[in-house]
């Protein structure tokens, strides 16, 4: 037999008030990054006329400095079909470039040309105005402290199990 649940909208016991501190501030963390998808989609990518998921791989192998396909999918949990389409459409603008794998030919790792350096450099005025909306409450100190923080869990987050090749 099911229990039934009557659902309201009205204040009360938050769900994820029975989530331990360290869950709540992981789910906080991912509702902030979705937070981002729009002003990044609307603000940075839409302008370029491409989609977020060409962003997302825009920038990543600008950080990277190079990448494959498959590496992105993985990184970015995009399917690698989705991912295909997307350096395609890079590739298609003259953004990236192949970088020749001599050790494995069927390797295809890409690097972003002298026309993706500038494609990024271009958007940096769409990039400042959301960052000024998006850091405007917080301090230089704060800033800091933030950056910080996330230069650490970037470099741990490479360490866990679900990044390994």
């Known amino acids: 037999m099911s229990e039934k649940f ?12 029975y989530f331990s ?11 902030f990054g979705t937070l981002l998808d729009r002003p990044m989609l609307e603000g940075v990518a839409t302008p370029e006329r491409i989609g977020l998921n060409e962003l997302r791989i825009l920038l990543s192998i600008a950080g990277e400095q190079c990448a494959t396909g498959a590496h992105l999918a993985r990184l970015l949990s995009i399917p690698r079909m989705n991912v295909s389409r997307a350096l395609r459409i890079l590739d298609d603008l003259g953004w ?6 001599t050790s494995n030919r069927r390797r295809r790792p890409y690097s972003l040309s002298d026309k993706g350096k500038q494609a990024l450099l271009s958007m940096a005025p769409e990039f400042e105005s959301i960052a000024a909306q998006v850091f ?14 996330l230069d650490k869990m970037s470099k ?10």
């Open 6 to 17: 009557s659902a309201t909208c009205e204040p009360g016991t938050e769900a994820f008030d």
């Open 21 to 31: 501190d360290q869950v709540r501030l992981l789910i906080g963390v991912l509702k």
């Open 96 to 101: 990236l470039v192949e970088v020749p794998d």
């Open 136 to 149: 405007a409450d917080l301090t230089v100190a704060e800033r800091i402290v933030l950056q910080s923080v």
């Open 156 to 165: 741990r987050a490479v360490e866990w199990p679900w990044h390994s090749p």
